[in-house]
């Protein structure tokens, strides 16, 4: 694989993290200079090392921002421009580093309960890339403060939460002008999937969490539901 088909600059702050986490041994150079000032020579030198300690640089290889439904969020937060984001469920990345790759001013906290999914993301945090928050958290317990993220996406999430219900008063609770939603249109056969939400249901769930200022659309495959808080269009 090389390296031009990857996000090489998380990718390169994934490896450094890691070496620091660690103490694997690094150039002084690589170690110290900001994310932003590496080289594209010393980018390759910390690619190549994470290849050889074994770090999963596939994780990092562009394309997911072509998936339709991760193409559609992109869009609508073009428009809409967000000051900071929580990305609830970030998981393997599939949405997140096409964000942080097309929007590389905003902050970002992400959520995710798998230990070492956490663990990944805050190895790119340590390794440069400051306005990334990486938490191990549940999102219907994480006692975030009311209104503290400009934008909340919740992407292939909500069909595996058992009590949905909590996890969508708890992104608009957290949420100050949207909460953006996908989730599968129709029954599959993941086994973690344990609920099918239609519009109805969706509707209601997000009425009931007192959010009744709804847009849907939708890909192949794919529900969207994009929920404006408060004035929010």
């Known amino acids: 694989m090389g390296y031009d088909g990857i996000y090489a600059p998380l990718a390169a702050a994934a490896v450094r993290g890691r070496a620091i986490r660690e103490g694997l041994p690094l150039p002084p ?15 390759e030198t910390l690619l190549d090392l994470g290849r050889a300690w074994g770090v999963k640089l596939y994780r990092f290889k562009r394309g997911h921002e072509t ?18 984001l929580l990305d609830v469920g970030s998981g393997r990345g599939v949405f997140l580093f096409p964000f ?41 317990a994480w006692p975030a403060p009311e209104k503290s993220a400009d934008v909340v996406t919740v992407l292939e999430v909500l069909e595996h939460i058992p009590d949905v219900q909590a996890a969508v008063a708890a992104a608009v609770r957290i949420a100050r002008r ?20 239609t519009k109805q249901v969706l509707t209601e769930l997000f009425q009931n969490a007192g959010c009744g200022r709804l847009h849907f659309g939708g890909v192949p495959g794919h529900l969207i539901l ?3 808080i408060g004035g929010e269009a």
């Open 29 to 43: 150079a690589l170690g110290e200079k900001p994310l932003g000032a590496l080289t594209e020579e010393d980018m």
């Open 67 to 84: 998936l339709p439904r991760v193409k559609q969020i992109l869009g609508f937060l073009r428009g809409v421009q967000p000051e900071s």
């Open 100 to 140: 942080l790759d097309a929007f590389p001013g905003v902050p970002v906290t992400c959520l995710d309960l798998l230990d070492h999914r956490a663990a990944f993301l805050e190895d790119i945090r340590r390794g440069g890339v400051d306005r990334l928050t990486a938490l191990r958290a549940d999102i219907c």
């Open 178 to 197: 949207y909460v953006t939603v996908t989730v599968p249109s129709k029954e599959d056969d993941n086994p973690e999937h344990i609920h099918l939400l």
């Open 226 to 228: 994009i929920a404006a």
